[in-house]
């Protein structure tokens, strides 16, 4: 009886330990060898087909590491649900106002976003659903929010761990540091200026157009603009509070 429990507490062992390396090491290679792919494939279709008249938006589901609703205990929630895009003009540089965007289905990638200070090259797809957008590795855009180079939030979102890790090290930026956010059209390049390092995961203001936290109003802007925001869970390995990183278009 002494043998057959321990052989039980030994192969439950081993299979926690499976599960382990599945999660922590298994889903990162797998999300980064799919998300390096499509970077690949989108880039090489921008520089042999010429750029498309329309934005990016569209409806999807809500997942992890974004703002919003609360986590489910499985599924944690993304900050924010929908929230529109209203008219505005440009505060500076010349942006754009953000058009009613041609509809981008869920889980179609639209763009390429780079960060040189940690060393991030991951592609941008419509919606926030874990299935279709972040559990392969990609960043997340929030349905209704702005597209790139537009006046009002660009607004993302993407996993600090498992599933390709694409905002693990986020917290490593600082002001000043520059964001690239390629697509059809062009490239836009965001300079980082203001960073939120705990929030609640309801704390919906920041994905606003223009977004200032509603639980730490100290925090965000009071003008319409071109703004970029990137929203993960916080600490690491838990989803119970969000960080914000925000920077504002440059060129």
Known sequence: MLWFAAETVVTCGVLILLLVVHQLWWTNQQARAEAGERVAVLEREWDISPPEAGGSSGASGASGDAVGTSPAPEEPAPVGGSSASPSARPSSGGAKPSPAPARTPSGETFAVLRIPRIGLTVPVAQGISKSKVLDKGYVGHYPGTAAPGRVGNVALAGHRNTHGEPFRYVNRLRKGDEITLRTREGTYT??????????????????????????????????AGSYLTLTTCTPEFTSRYRLIVWATLRR
Do not use: E, N
């Open 190 to 223: 965001y300079r980082v200026d203001q960073i939120l390092p705990v929030t609640s995961p309801r704390d919906t203001g920041v994905i606003q157009p223009v977004p200032r936290s509603i639980v730490k109003p100290s925090y965000g802007y009071s003008k």
